[in-house]
């Protein structure tokens, strides 16, 4: 279950980005609304997870699939551009959220 609690709190993270950004290209406040819901509800969830998940696995999962995610939808809904040195960064986010999930002491494992 604290998994499922990590998935929301990304999810809701990524989902406030992205509405964070619609707010700002068309002046919308339905989107600044959307936004802070996500993001509260994105904290909660984080909150949640971290009653039964390590601190560190918890925010570098949070965090770095949050950034890859939203970098990536960032293409596709706002046709912004990724170049070669954003893609290898994006890579090595995510290598490093497999490395401490599955790799590392800091997972609890």
Known sequence: MPYLYLAAAIIFEVSG????K????????????????SYCASFFFLWLALKNLPLALSYATWSGVGIA????LGVFFFAEKIDTM???GV???ISGIIL????????GH
Not at 22 to 37: E, R
Not at 69 to 72: E, F, K, M, Y
Not at 100 to 107: C, E, R, V
Request: proline share 0%.
């Open 86 to 88: 954003g893609l290898i």
């Open 17 to 20: 980005t992205l509405a964070l």
């Open 100 to 107: 401490i999930n599955f790799y590392s002491s800091m997972s």
């Open 69 to 72: 995610a939203t970098c990536i």
């Open 22 to 37: 619609w707010s700002a290209i068309t002046n919308n406040q339905w989107y600044s609304a959307i936004t802070f819901i």
């Open 91 to 93: 890579t090595l986010i």
